[in-house]
């Protein structure tokens, strides 16, 4: 296996892609973003990396809550849109053809064509250089039914998510195995 080595650089595949909600009222918007994870298991957290110059940026900091929606492989036209355009110029929402629910703790809107949506507080801003890491404490989660399985679990070829390369998305491939097969006799 001949390997070249190269310049530092952001080289963890795949990237989940999510659109995050964010603002109130009539300046509601929506962003994609791939720079995102769970961080913490107790009490429940994620972190999304935001540029500074984005418009969501400010809309997020000043509101103190956004909602992570978790779009389908049916909406990755819509989830490519939002992160090439600008809300400084479109309304996202009805370009998208996305229509706002309430949430019920934050007030920013949740996308409700997305099968899940979590609702976070804005808990920790850590600077990092061309990204802000913005960390949301999760205060409410909407799973939508159809897309659980008989055990009240999300259904992977049901919520049907995708992946980004950077360059492309992708499809889930097949599933590979239940998790701690290795060590079951
Ligand atoms: C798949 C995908 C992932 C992206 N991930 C990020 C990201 O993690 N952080 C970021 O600041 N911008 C990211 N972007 C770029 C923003 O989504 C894009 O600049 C968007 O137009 C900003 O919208 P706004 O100006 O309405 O906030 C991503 C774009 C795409 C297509």
């Not at 934050?106 to 976070?120: D, F, K, Q, S």
């Not at 992977?156 to 889930?172: I, M, Q």
């Amino acid at each position: 296996m001949a390997k070249q080595v190269r310049e530092p650089g952001t080289y963890l595949y795949p990237l989940p892609v999510v659109l995050v909600s964010c603002g109130v009222g009539e300046e509601a918007n929506i962003i994609a973003l791939s720079w995102v994870g769970t961080l913490c298991s107790t009490p429940p957290m994620v972190g999304i990396g935001v540029r500074p110059e984005r418009h969501s940026h400010p809309l997020i900091r000043d509101v103190g809550e956004f909602v992570v929606n978790l779009p389908t492989a049916d909406q990755v036209r819509a989830a490519d849109y939002c992160g090439r355009v600008s809300g400084k110029a479109v309304d996202k929402w009805n370009a998208c053809g996305f229509t706002r629910a309430a949430g019920v703790r934050v007030r920013v809107p949740l996308i409700a064509e997305c099968p899940v949506n979590i609702e976070c507080c804005l808990s920790h801003t850590i600077s990092l250089g061309s990204h802000d890491l913005f960390i949301g404490e999760v205060l409410a989660v909407h799973v939508d039914e159809a897309v659980l399985d008989e055990g009240g679990w999300p259904d992977f070829a049901r919520l049907a998510p995708f992946l980004y390369t950077g360059r492309d998305y992708w499809r889930l491939g097949e599933r590979l195995a239940p998790a701690g097969f290795s060590v079951k006799s």
